[in-house]
């Protein structure tokens, strides 16, 4: 709640205790003039003399009472790092106790701009079947922006009826089932909300949109699927309106929010691309977040379903914007993706009057943050600092970071006991470093401040930005703003990421996409049993083309008895059978998931091959009566035999990157020399292997290990090491190129990444 304007403002008593030689300004904690002042209005006035303490005291009101009512507010996030600092994260189990704090209170006109790539869980479901944008994300900010105010204007809610009605309305909107519910009573009984104990209005708005849900087909059918309920809402809030931003609005409105305060970034589907250090791009925002790459990654590219356009209420709000920030979240799936949206960069770059800042992530995060491009921070090549962070924002936004913002708050780590630190490194959980120096030569100025709560640390024994920390730093940033002086400018080198728009060549939805796979797979020869898990693996690798199944008959499990494939080569157990074209997969195999993926997965990718093997022989090398060996040989189809995937051209190139040795004098014949007794993964088990490795390394081990060596800083002392390395890039990027035909320019490696 704002306090009562005091006579002076911020900037007269800054300027007025700043005249002095010696200032009381000295006697707070050292940092810039931000920094004291955010320190001053959170922690309150140090010991002084009573008339120094008399004149900090003041300024202390003047700042924690700034008129911020018509202060007009743009965040841009997603997820909980934007829910957070809205107005608390509503997912956690205690945000009923204190609901009504956050930037959304001190300053009422705030909005929200969400992003809308999150393909996993409820909103994976959806996407499955509904023509819609991801919900999830919109839903979590859509809760946390409920205004005590808000409720006491349209339902006369007060004090403890407000907190009860937000707790009703955490429980709706939080509830999750497994199994499918029977009836709108069966599903509220379940979440243990009574509708009838909401004020009429929103009793009944929220009433007709769970009837909708079972009534609706499209809805119904969902009710089958494990779901969060409140993106069930938010899903019928849309049908019924037949419109995005009009069925957000009408649930914002029905549950005490502002009508416009969750606007989502697009109305365009859209998913997510990932370019890693090492060259392998895949796509989907869940699947990116459970990945352990091992390698930085380069850029992301959110690729549309449709020409994209950004929704004219987030353009306008963005334009008559006095305070523009970005939330502290995931850096490549929540911030990037809304400014890839065509026109939000230049519309944030074109308001030349706002106050800009950005709220630096606290954690580096697993698979996307934890590994650094070494920018040239010594002290430790792999920690992720605040420079990182902006460097990654400037290589991956159109046109880079300049004019996006001028100031980075960060949290302060310097007064948080090492244990918890240490608790938090048990979890690989380590911070994001400021590098204050080199932040301020690439012309931002960074701002460290408390922005944790101490009962948080004391109580829980947890690190986290305090919503009611961070909107009373903002406050004092507003407070100041006149103070601040001229930005500096960005002093990044380069034009920042490219402004060309990624289109999908297919023009298809998520739930378009998810029909193709089915259909698709309706056409082959597969047992029922297998449709269902069959189609969840195509979802999740977004990045298999349905011309992969091309060369595929069918998929057969089989039984222990019928299996009489050698395991000389290997001991998986799949393979793809060129001769009446079905992948086969033991049939004890199946109730493991992970194992039957992977198993489908190299299947299907020795499947590209097709018959291209007219003959395969091992012999043995002597010499002197000695055993040296033995040379694999291979002998191709001719071209007008061949079925394959790839053209003549495409298969030598891979039987070269294997090191496979094309005959002078007989183009089809290829030969290996082995020495010994040493391993050989013979061309078509590997590129097996490697097609599921570039997918999921996570269950390759044997691919994973090879491709290691590429992660080994190269001493320059060993031109062998150079080679294979080079030689693994190459296969990476037959891979990304030729395999999944990922050809346009803008999906390369920068040209930095070099790995061999």
């Known amino acids: 709640m704002n306090l009562e304007p005091f006579p002076l403002s911020a900037n007269e008593l800054i300027s007025r205790l700043g005249d002095a030689r010696f200032t009381l300004l000295d006697l707070l904690p050292e940092g810039d ?116 105010e808000k409720l006491h204007e349209q339902y006369g809610l007060m004090g403890r009826e407000a907190l009860r009605v937000s707790a009703a309305l955490h429980q709706l909107f939080n509830h999750r089932f497994e199994t499918p519910p029977s009836s709108p009573h069966a599903l509220l009984g379940d979440a243990e909300v009574n509708l009838a104990a909401l004020p009429e209005g929103m009793g009944h708005g929220l009433a007709s949109l769970i009837e909708a849900i079972f009534r609706e087909p499209q809805l119904r059918r969902q009710l089958s699927h494990p779901h969060c309920l409140g993106n069930l809402l938010l899903a019928a809030a849309i049908l019924s309106e037949q419109e995005e931003m009009a069925g957000i609005s009408r649930l914002a409105g029905l549950i005490g929010a502002n009508p416009e305060a969750v606007l989502p970034c697009t109305t365009t589907p859209a998913r997510l691309k990932v370019l890693y250090g090492n060259g392998v791009l895949v796509s989907g925002e869940h699947k990116s977040g459970t990945a352990r790459r091992g390698y930085p990654v380069d850029r992301v590219f959110v690729e549309f379903a449709a020409p994209p356009q950004a929704p004219p209420q987030v353009l306008g709000a963005i334009a008559e914007a006095d305070i523009i920030l970005f939330a502290p979240g995931s850096l490549f799936t929540s911030i990037v993706p809304i400014l890839q949206v065509p026109g939000i960069a230049q519309a944030i770059r074109d308001n030349q009057g706002a106050l800009k800042m950005l709220v630096a992530n606290l954690w580096a995060q697993a698979g996307e943050t934890d590994m650094a491009h070494g920018n040239g921070n010594g002290d430790h090549p792999q920690r992720f600092h605040v420079s990182d962070l902006l460097a990654a924002y400037h290589r991956n936004i159109p046109g880079g970071v300049r004019d996006l913002f001028a100031q980075i708050l960060v949290l302060g780590l310097r007064d948080i006991p090492g244990s918890i630190l240490q608790s938090y490194a048990l979890e690989n959980k380590v911070p994001i470093y400021l590098d204050r120096d080199k932040v301020r030569a690439m012309g931002f100025a960074p701002i460290e401040a408390r922005l944790y709560a101490q009962a948080d640390i004391e109580q829980r024994g947890v690190i986290q930005h305090d919503p009611a920390s961070l909107a009373a730093a903002v406050r004092v940033m507003w407070a100041i703003r006149d103070s601040l002086g001229e930005a500096q400018g960005c002093r990044l080198s380069g034009k920042g990421g490219g402004t060309e728009v990624l289109l999908d060549p297919l023009a298809q939805t998520a739930s378009q996409r998810f029909a193709a796979i089915r259909e698709r797979l309706r056409t082959l020869a597969i047992g029922e049993e297998l449709h269902p898990a069959l189609a969840e693996i195509f979802w999740r690798h ?185 030689r693994r890039q190459a296969m990476i990027d037959f891979f990304r190129t030729v395999v999944f035909r990922y050809t346009a320019a803008q999906l390369q490696p920068s040209a930095d990444q070099g790995l061999g």
């Open 542 to 726: 977004g990045d298999i083309p349905l011309t992969h199944l091309d060369g595929v008959a069918g998929v057969v499990l089989l039984d222990r008895e019928e299996w009489a494939r050698t395991l000389e080569w290997d001991t998986i157990l799949s393979f793809y059978d060129p001769v009446d074209r079905l992948i086969k997969i033991r049939k004890d195999v199946f109730p493991e998931p992970d194992k039957f993926e992977v198993g489908l997965l190299i299947a299907l990718g020795q499947s590209l091959l097709g018959n291209y093997a007219e003959e395969k022989r091992r012999l043995p090398v002597e010499r002197d009566g000695l055993p040296l060996g033995y040379e694999f040989r291979l002998v191709l189809r001719p071209e007008e035999e061949l079925r394959s995937f790839f053209s003549p051209t495409e298969l030598a190139r891979f039987l070269e990157l294997v090191r496979m040795r094309q005959a002078a004098n007989a183009p089809c014949l290829y030969t290996r020399l082995v020495n010994g007794d040493e391993g050989f993964t013979p061309p078509g088990l590997l590129f097996g292997l490697t097609y599921a490795w570039y997918l999921d390394n996570r269950h390759v081990c044997h691919v994973e290990y090879k491709m290691s060596i590429n992660r080994m800083m190269s001493c320059g002392l060993i031109p062998e090491q150079q080679r294979v390395a080079g």
């Open 33 to 148: 003039l931000a920094e004291k002042l955010i320190g001053l209005a959170l922690s309150g006035v140090p010991p002084a003399p009573a008339s120094m303490a008399t004149e900090l005291a003041c300024l202390t009101m003047a700042l924690n009472g700034t008129e911020t009512k018509d202060a007009r507010v743009v965040v841009f996030g997603g997820g909980t790092g934007l829910s957070n600092l809205i107005g608390g994260d509503s997912r956690n189990p205690l945000w009923p106790n204190d609901p009504f704090q956050g930037l959304k209170e001190v300053f009422p006109q705030t909005q929200a701009v969400v992003c809308v790539t999150d393909d996993g869980g409820s909103s994976g479901e959806l996407l499955k079947e509904l023509p819609l944008i991801a919900l999830g994300d919109i839903r979590h900010v859509l809760l946390s922006s409920i205004r005590q």
